[in-house]
């Protein structure tokens, strides 16, 4: 027997002189028993304004954590560019693009960071990440696709890469 929001039913033997909505029910798939009475308490034991600060709290140190990662991403994408280029296996063209997309994402974190304005240069950072990174990383998937992992012959081996 099921109830008509689609959860199980309680047990025949259950006491159901409960207010409705405050019954202990299984959360279907599985989930742990979850009152609503208890959701709905620590809902309205917390003010209104302390619950907004912790909220406005947790996105903040999201977007910290967001900008963290395209600081790691950037550096990721300089070493990348510098390896393409030192290997000398890949175009040259295709490391200095990829070292001024890690460049751009390196430079727009750190503002966003460090300047107060940073709103109002906006999207002077966004054109200096987006070109560099478009063109160079779907660039370099292409060059992947059509000509990465296919082998050399032994005159066409660069010297670095031969070593």
């Not at 304004?49 to 990662?69: E, H, P, S, T």
């Not at 940073?118 to 560099?132: G, K, M, R, S």
């Amino acid at each position: 027997m099921e109830s008509t929001r689609g959860l199980p039913a309680p047990p025949d033997d259950a006491v159901l002189d409960e207010p409705v909505g405050t019954r202990t029910e299984q959360m279907p798939g599985g989930g742990a028993n979850v009152s609503q009475r208890q959701a709905a308490a620590y809902l309205t034991g917390v003010e209104a304004g302390l619950r907004d600060a912790q909220v406005m709290l947790f996105i903040d140190a999201f977007g910290y954590a967001w900008l963290i990662g395209f600081v790691c991403f950037g550096i990721h994408l300089l070493l990348v560019g510098h390896l393409i280029l030192a290997s000398g296996y890949a175009p040259t063209i295709l490391s200095i693009l990829l070292a001024l997309a890690g460049l751009g994402y390196v430079v727009d974190s750190f503002a966003n960071l460090l300047l107060a304005n940073y709103d109002d240069h906006a999207q002077l950072f966004a054109a200096i990440v987006a070109v560099p990174s478009t063109v160079g990383e779907l660039s370099f998937a292409v060059w992947l696709l059509s000509r990465g992992g296919k082998r050399l012959e032994r005159d066409q081996v660069p010297a670095a890469v031969a070593r």
